[in-house]
């Protein structure tokens, strides 16, 4: 099953851990807990040498008032964002907090059999990563040159999250994962710098023609 192409996936390299229970509380619980993003901590999305050799890198940070009016009336948790659905919010088999560190997550598992499943591969360290599933309503962008260096950082800060769709338990991590993954994850907005830097290209070869234009007709 594809990923929607109107939204927006984002992994978290930090761990997805089990939660111990205290005594008293429901002994049939498979609880997990973690964090679907962390607010201002920039990762990297990609990067790519522009028309001159000039390195670009794209970066991305989550503002952390991002999601103080998104919409999460049911959001799911899934794996890798496809197929069976382990806990549910409208259920009350998963909680969301937007807290000082990022987007806590709070999830029981053991509801389905599958969850359960689930519950012993995050326990056993097979599975421990996560990922959400969202668009975005506002961003912006900044650039920085570092002209000894030859190089351009670019900085996409998530202000508004319109919707969150779901959070994933995952298989693979992704901050530190390959160019291919990065593109997968963030194709659009890697799209659209690098749209913008063509355009800088073309727009700087016409003021080269108008330069030499303007000389000869001075000759």
């Given at each position: 099953m594809p990923l929607?192409?109107?939204?927006?996936?984002?992994?978290?390299?930090?761990?997805?851990?089990?939660r111990s229970l205290a005594d008293g509380e429901d002994n049939t619980a498979k609880v997990?807990?973690?964090?679907?993003?962390?607010?201002?901590?920039?990762?990297?999305l990609y990067s790519f040498r522009d028309w001159d050799g000039t390195l670009v890198e794209v970066w991305e940070q989550v503002d952390r008032n991002a999601f103080n009016e998104t919409d999460m009336?049911?959001?799911?948790?899934?794996?890798?964002?496809?197929?069976?659905v382990f806990a549910r919010k409208s259920n009350g088999t998963l909680e969301l907090n937007a807290d000082e560190h990022g987007l806590h997550v709070l999830a029981n598992l053991g509801g389905t059999e599958t969850g359960r499943q689930l519950y012993e591969e995050i326990n056993g360290g097979y599975t421990n990563k996560m990922s959400f599933g969202f668009t975005v309503k506002?961003?912006?962008?900044?650039?920085?040159?570092?002209?000894?260096n030859n190089?351009?950082?670019?900085?996409?800060?998530?202000?508004?999250?319109?919707?969150?769709?779901?959070v994933s338990a995952v298989s693979l991590p992704a901050n530190d994962g390959t160019e291919i993954s990065s593109r997968?994850?963030?194709e659009g907005v890697i799209a659209e710098v690098m749209e913008?830097?063509?355009?800088?290209?073309?727009i700087n070869i016409e003021r080269q023609r108008m330069l030499l234009k303007i000389k000869s007709m001075e000759v």
């Open positions: 929607k192409k109107d939204r927006e996936y984002r992994n978290l390299v930090k761990p997805l851990e089990v997990v807990e973690g964090y679907a993003t962390t607010f201002d901590e920039p990762y990297m009336d049911d959001v799911i948790m899934q794996y890798d964002h496809e197929g069976r506002e961003d912006s962008r900044t650039e920085t040159e570092d002209h000894e190089a351009i950082k670019v900085m996409r800060t998530i202000t508004k999250i319109g919707k969150l769709y779901d997968n994850q963030s913008e830097f063509q355009k800088r290209h073309e």
